[in-house]
């Protein structure tokens, strides 16, 4: 029988030792049938969904073939967003924490190209980075593959459906041979099938089920009138009152549709869609992840890459034409150990789908009727907490500790008021408990932040 344990691999001492204080104990199914693969520097072409813990996985892979005294490029990790670049970029400098100078380098559009030319000067070990922005220092050459190790193309399928196939293609053409490809994806598509041969060299194959159990997520479809998909997510919504739920809508026009339909109902929602410029889309990101906007509305391609952490309900708003889509989908909540629920909406045009995805399961589907539900509870469906923007980021050497102090010294707000704190270069965001807002707001404005001025608004409602 496979060891589960981090022990059985051959891993240096002090990585085992790092992990052990992450409190990584034993691996999960993707990564005990993947590392050992990745260890013996075979390429890898990898099945699994987001949350089964591939990030740390690929992370591990990497890592052990650095050599930490060299400054180039021996690593690129690929994906689709900024978003997911960002956490796999975090995820992996916690896994290198056991050995000295291993820079890590996110390299994403929505960010100056020129600071970024800076950090590459100097030199880094490895770069997490989307495909249009590592294209684009390609062709200015700032970037050098050359001396590269390993390739990892993360959420592979997702890449695919945003239309970075060609991107793809020619930065695995721009990289050496031989090296270490791992591909990792929650579908495998017929496009990156057919050209696997392209990207890999005699590849494993693994693929592991979600770890969403269907123990630990509630799931009920609804018919509905095609007409009527906004009265049902209200009353849905009344009915669970969640404090934080992902609504997936096929199309950005539904999603544009929804929310201002739910807005003409007094419910707040937030739309992410890829019209957003970048800094709307962290705004949007910022709000959602820190509880202060209840539900969030959004396509497969937006919402790939997020893993927000207490998700209670996800609704299908459009049934999708992917079995494998809607179990990711579904998969969003119930993590962690944690219960979740996930309803759909089905109109008599969504049949066939609806079968497709009972088959794909398994087993029959859930159905019940909105109108046997209780009348719903008339209390607004208020957001506990509410995000404040200050003006000064890291670029301004504006740390968490910095604006939590402000909020909470000298007989301020408690601790347990003041919520998430998101930094970013030139813009800072905190949340706070709706009752403190005003106190809060005002604490920051006329306190100042490290002894400045600090200039603060309320986003949002």
Known sequence: MMSDLFSSLPLPAEQLANLEQLGYAT??????????????????????QTGSGKTAAFGLGLLARLNPRYFGTQALVLCPTRELADQVAKEIRRLARFADNIKVLTLCGGSPIGPQRASLEHGAQVLVGTPGRIIDHLDRGT?????????VLDEADRMVDMGFYDEMVRINDACPRPRQTL???ATYPDTIRKQSARFLKNPAEVSVDALHGDERIAQTFYEVDAEGRADAVVKLLRHHRPTSAIAFCNTKARCRELVDALSAKGIAALA?????????RDEVLVRFSNKSCTLLVATDV??????????????NVD????????????????????????????TPFDARRAAAIEEYLGRPLSWASLADLPKPDPTPLTPAMVTLQIL?????????????????GDKGLPGSAVGKIALFDRVSYVAVERKVAAQAQKRLAEGGIKGKAAKVRQIGD
């Open 143 to 151: 970037l050098k593959l050359d001396a590269l190790k390993t390739l």
């Open 27 to 48: 691996m999960t199914p993707i990564q005990a049938a993947s590392l050992p693969v990745m260890l013996s520097g075979g390429d890898l072409i990898a099945k699994a």
């Open 272 to 280: 992410l869609s890829g019209e957003l410029e970048q800094r709307e």
């Open 183 to 185: 591909l990792f994806s």
């Open 319 to 346: 049934i999708t034409p992917d079995p494998e889509i809607h179990v990711h989908r579904i998969g969003r909540t119930g993590r962690a150990g944690e219960s979740g629920r996930a309803v759909s909406l089905s």
């Open 392 to 408: 000064g980021g890291r670029k301004d050497k504006v740390r968490p500790g910095d604006i939590l102090g402000a909020l909470t």
């Open 302 to 315: 937006a919402a790939r890459g997020l893993d927000v952490a207490g998700l209670d309900l996800v609704i």
